[in-house]
């Protein structure tokens, strides 16, 4: 088994290994079609790309694992140069035998090249055993994605943000949670407005704290009072 830099007559070889790959991506369909008719000219033109290396892992010369990578220079969100992992996949039959390591590397070795003080990754499966892997080499966690469709971005941004939705919701929540105290149906009558609700059911809030208020000052006026003379019992 050996590890180098693939060279452009390699990249039709390459296609089976990567068709592998993709379908094993927990992005899915979401965002990968494994059969895509245009995944040869896909790969030629990152091939041809500034930075970009592709390395592979042969076995009696057929290709059985690979790796796209990228070198990241200085910039906004990065004070040092780092290698990039775009993919890292060993074919099912030959894992667990070195290839990864020798993978690995490989890029390592074009990391040190580009003076890359760092190899990122964002693993292409998921799966436990390469989370092991990559633990196994000194790769910590830095970051995740997330993931939404443009149309329902779209939908939700178009909404207001807070603001009068959520003020609604409240005044209705705020108007059930009465009515429920009271023994009345959830469902408000018809011809007012639930801004109408909402002041009806604080003034009634506000009548019952003031007639609560009012007869605990009478109770208490009372339990204080002193008693009269004229009805004080003689033994």
Known sequence: MTARVAHAEDLEAVLPVLRAARADSPLGVQLINPDSG???????AWFGMENSSLII????????????????????????????????????EHRRRGVGRALMHQIAVVAARC????????????????????SGLGFIPAGSRRIAETAALLRRLEQPAGGRDKRVRGIDELIARRRRSRGLPETPPRGLSLVDLADR?????????????????????????????SATAIS
Do not use: K, W
């Open 201 to 229: 059911a604080e003034r009634t809030d506000r009548a019952d704290q003031d007639g609560a208020s009012s007869s605990m000052q009478v109770n208490r006026e009372v339990q204080t009072r002193r008693p009269d003379s």
């Open 38 to 44: 245009a995944l040869n000219e896909l790969l030629r």
């Open 115 to 134: 003076a890359g003080e760092r190899v990122v990754t964002m693993p292409l499966t998921g799966a436990r055993s390469e989370q092991r892997f990559l």
């Open 57 to 92: 892992a042969e076995v009696d010369e057929t290709i059985v694992g690979l790796a796209l990578v990228q070198q990241i220079d200085v910039n906004l969100f990065s004070d040092i140069a780092y290698m990039h992992i775009e993919a890292l996949y060993v074919d099912n």
